[in-house]
């Protein structure tokens, strides 16, 4: 199919739709018009723009002709010229398939890797930096769990983050994150390298993923660490083991047993949502590698170098010398490099 034969398609859809929506449509099929009509309106929009572009080329290349006309016609061609491929652009992004996720709240997982007390104190870093971004963005930033170590660190942070396309920015986050610097604890001043893992999972809704009580083994035992009088006193914590995968959650945050199992079964499902997901893109693009990695959790995506006071991605080779803003929050440089050099690569792709 041609780009002209694709955009045809499109309008002659909206106009379907439209005609649909103002003959006898009724009931649910009107929301599903809506809904549909909806999303195509980003698109229609730009198609629109672009057609507006390709016209007054036209318009200024036959006014051109004309000997009064003719220097003011150069000047319109000449600006709309220099408009028409970033319109192009911009169109052919709003035809690129949508991930169906972009627009679903996540939930953040983070836990030490290799690095010990300096892993779980960067950890603990890490999980601030993001709070710290979700804040920044108007995001609803929820702790799920928080097991704090006693220097300070974390051994495993999970928190829900909703707000506007928060998977659509944070998608890229998922990998290793590797920090170099000397710990507090080193008395010679060398410089170590610890890592940590870093998990975005879309969250997922009860119809996207069905649970077999069958398939689950729920089993009740008492908090430990800090949490108050209820820790070892009463069978607050849950542990639900799918059986099908193997999957494990645990939860204690909570003093309620029913709160912990409700946690404990949406990271689940997030964690079965992103799986089946997982999966199918794997199927689709079996031998290609995405430009900005695979967002598998064991793939070293980012650099941490105090010393030098820098922050690198090694998927895009982009280095910021902005280490402390990064670690307050200020992500969004480093994101929208990120996805520029994702639409790039899906661009080529669709040729």
Avoid: C
């Avoid at 051109?64 to 010229?81: F, G, H, K, N, Q």
């Avoid at 409700?262 to 079996?286: D, H, N, P, Q, T």
């Amino acid at each position: 199919m041609t780009f002209a034969e694709k955009l045809a398609r499109i309008e002659d859809r909206a106009a379907e739709l439209r005609a649909r929506l103002a003959g006898d449509a009724q009931g649910a099929e009107i929301g599903a018009i809506a809904k549909e009509l909806a999303e195509l309106e980003p698109v229609l929009a730009r198609i629109a723009a672009w057609r507006e572009a390709e016209r007054a080329i036209a318009e200024a290349e036959a006014a051109r002709e004309d000997p009064e006309l003719a220097p003011l016609a150069e000047a319109e061609l000449a600006e709309w010229r220099a408009r028409l491929p970033e319109l192009e652009r911009a169109l052919r992004l709003a035809l690129l398939p949508r991930d169906e996720a972009d627009e679903r709240a996540v939930i953040l997982e983070i836990r030490p890797a290799a690095g010990g007390d300096e892993a779980a104190l960067f950890a603990a870093e890490l999980f601030a930096m993001y709070r710290r971004y979700a804040e920044s963005r108007g995001w609803r930033f929820e702790v799920l769990e928080y097991d704090a170590t006693e220097l300070g660190g974390l051994r495993e942070g999970i928190a829900e983050i909703a707000g506007g396309a928060v998977y659509a920015r944070l998608k890229y986050e998922s990998g290793v994150h590797r920090v170099q610097r000397v710990p507090v604890t080193e008395s010679q001043g060398r410089i170590h390298t610890s890592t940590v893992t870093v998990a975005i999972l879309p969250e997922a809704e009860e119809v996207d993923v069905a649970l077999n009580e069958a398939d689950l083994r729920i089993d009740v035992f008492r908090a430990s660490g800090a949490g108050g009088q209820h820790v070892n006193k009463t069978e607050s914590a849950v542990r639900i083991t799918h059986l099908p995968t193997g999957i494990v959650v645990s939860m204690q945050d909570e003093k309620s047993q029913h709160k912990n199992r409700a946690k404990a079964l949406k990271i689940l499902r997030a964690r079965l949502f992103e799986r089946e997901r997982s999966e199918r893109e794997a199927a689709r693009a079996a031998s290609r590698r995405a430009q900005i990695g695979t967002g598998d959790r064991s793939e070293r995506i980012r650099t941490y170098n105090f010393p030098q006071g820098r922050v690198t991605d090694h998927r895009i080779n982009f280095t910021l010398y902005k280490l402390d803003r990064v670690l307050a929050g200020e992500l969004d440089e480093l994101i929208e490099r990120l996805i520029a050099e994702d639409q790039a690569a899906r661009l080529a792709e669709a040729g």
